[in-house]
């Protein structure tokens, strides 16, 4: 069973560009979680999504930010018009819709440069 | 969710036990302990749980005192590849809620 991928796994924009981020999560999980990592810090919520929903985006950035994850494919993390302060990784998790213990399942992350 | 108090750092010398404590007085008695660990900037792990009962899997041990203010993650045999910033959340185990991840401890062990 592969575990939740994420692509790219290194991306690189310069200033005002968009960044996109793929997530697939678990075979059998609906339920993705994005957080972001700055250099030099812990992990940071920013939104949760089930299938075609998002349920808590408390920690999304109020402006350029948005995400997805529609009925096919995979989840998306959409940063628009970058900003050097948006650097960081950006992690994905993936738990299955009946789990009674909630553990989250995390992929190998993208490593978002802007210049 | 509960706050959660973790050294900054710790060594521990290889193959010896690796006993990482938490502090969580404000713990509620519907909040979880989860432990996740992360190793170089990969994504997080997921190591133990629990919620007043110490457990055991296959990574570690999870002792939580009787009174549930604090808990210690045992690796009972660490390695090298055991070196990673490791990760003490407490939160309720409502469906969906996300983890609040603090600066946790950076484990080195020591050849």
């Known amino acids: 069973n592969a575990g939740v991928m994420q692509n790219p796994r290194h991306l690189v924009r310069r200033r005002g560009q968009e960044a996109r981020l793929r997530c697939s999560p678990m075979?059998?999980?609906?339920?993705v979680y994005w957080y972001r990592q700055l250099p030099e810090e812990g992990l940071k919520f920013m939104v949760y999504l089930q299938k075609e929903n998002i349920i808590d985006e408390s920690g999304m950035p109020k402006e350029r930010f948005s995400a997805e994850f529609p009925k096919e494919g995979p989840s998306i993390l959409r940063i628009q018009q970058v900003v050097r302060g948006d650097s960081a990784a950006y992690f994905c998790?993936?738990?299955?819709?009946?789990?009674?213990?909630?553990?989250?399942?995390f992929g190998p992350g993208t490593r978002l440069t802007v210049l | 969710d509960a706050k959660t108090t973790q050294p900054p750092s710790m060594d521990c010398a290889e193959g010896r036990a690796a006993n990482l404590p938490c502090n969580h007085s404000t713990i509620s008695g519907n909040e979880y302990v989860y432990w996740y660990r992360q190793i170089h900037s990969q994504g997080p792990q997921y190591i133990i749980h629990g919620l007043k009962n110490n457990e055991t899997n296959e990574m570690a041990s999870l002792i939580i005192t009787e009174d549930r203010k604090s808990s210690t993650l045992i690796l009972p045999h660490a390695t090298l590849r055991d070196t990673a910033v490791y990760y003490c959340?407490?939160?309720?185990?409502?469906?969906?809620?996300?983890?609040?991840f603090g600066p946790g401890t950076r484990l080195s062990v020591l050849p």
């Open positions: 959340i407490v939160r309720v185990n409502d469906y969906g809620q996300n983890f609040v």
């Open positions: 998790a993936s738990s299955p819709r009946a789990m009674r213990y909630n553990e989250q399942f």
């Open positions: 075979k059998g999980h609906s339920h």
